[in-house]
């Protein structure tokens, strides 16, 4: 559903959201689309696991584990931190994958890095059996056919497609459904431009670029300001953004649009990722730190 955003903007410059967070209640905005084939391909191996990685407030393993369980499948979450052990009934996310059935394994951050090597992922068969592997952010080929398809026919008359940027797959998928006189502008949740190389080898088309000046410091890292940024779009829209990904996209766009960035009459199509569910789990972060939360029930 593209929603139209109803706020005061300068040089005639008309703003959309896509609200893929509204896709499925719990496998939300692009996660469900990345899923959507490798869900089909692990059923057609006959497989009955599903293995996959990420952090303690990690969107991903939410919503495997809840495809998982939608779908009859076993679930499990490789985690990275062993400290998290013994703290999953503190922790919204992993308490809500717990609940869809997911098993956990904990590992070190060293440990976690080799998460790609062969090694380290046969000693995961050996102690598991057999699984169908989804990477960490469930980008692969799969995950990008399936984020070809967020783009319809309807965005046709838009002339710049935003996105945030994690791992890179729900951009590429986005690159390669544009039409030629569009272009994708990407905001990554973290910190450089090295994101760039693993996009081209997904990609033809070379109407994209990062803009790299709104991670707020990093994944997972906030501030007043986009605290603040959050709860008054949500007031003047009534629009939940998540601050990990979309809140940091819709922030720089708007920037940008106060800076001249984009040309008289542009058509803007924000993409709207999902990962509401990531707001609880960050509020507590803030509560123990006594800062402002975000204002927005989840």
């Known amino acids: 559903m593209n929603q139209e955003i109803k706020i005061a903007l300068p040089n005639s410059i008309t703003l959309v959201i896509k609200r893929e967070d509204l896709i499925h209640p719990f496998v939300s905005g692009n996660k469900f689309r990345k899923l959507k084939y490798n869900l089909l391909q692990a059923k057609a191996e006959n497989q009955e696991t599903l293995l996959t990685f990420g952090g303690a407030f990690s969107n991903h393993i939410a919503a495997v584990a809840f495809a998982g369980f939608e779908n009859g499948l076993k679930t499990i979450g490789i985690i990275r931190g062993d400290e998290l052990r013994g703290k999953i009934d503190d922790n919204p996310t992993l308490k809500f994958a717990e609940n869809c ?177 990531g707001i609880k789990g960050m509020n507590n972060k803030l509560i123990k730190k006594q800062l402002p939360i975000i204002t927005i029930n989840v």
């Not at 059996?129 to 070809?148: H, R």
């Not at 502008?185 to 693993?198: M, Q, S």
């Not at 033809?204 to 709860?231: A, M, R």
């Open 101 to 277: 059935g997911m098993q956990f394994e904990f590992v070190s951050r060293e440990d976690y890095r080799q998460k790609n090597e062969i090694l380290f992922l046969e000693e995961l068969k050996n102690k598991f059996g057999s699984f169908y592997l989804i990477p960490e952010g469930g980008t692969n080929e799969l995950a990008i056919k399936g984020c070809e398809e967020i783009l319809t026919d309807k965005d046709a008359d838009f002339n710049y497609i935003c996105a945030a940027v994690g791992t890179g797959g729900t951009i590429s998928g986005i690159i390669n459904s544009i039409l030629p006189d569009q272009k994708v502008l990407g905001f990554p949740a973290l910190k450089g431009d090295f994101l760039k190389e693993e996009i081209r080898s997904f990609v033809k088309s070379q109407n994209w670029d990062l803009i790299t000046d709104y991670h707020f410091g990093g994944y997972g890292k906030i501030n007043n300001e986009l605290v603040q940024f959050i709860n008054d779009f949500y007031l003047q829209t009534q629009i939940p953004l998540d601050p990990i990904y979309t809140g940091k996209m819709v922030f720089g766009v708007i920037d940008l649009i106060k800076k001249n960035y984009f040309p008289n009459n542009s058509k803007i199509l924000l993409i709207h990722t999902g990962g509401i569910q």
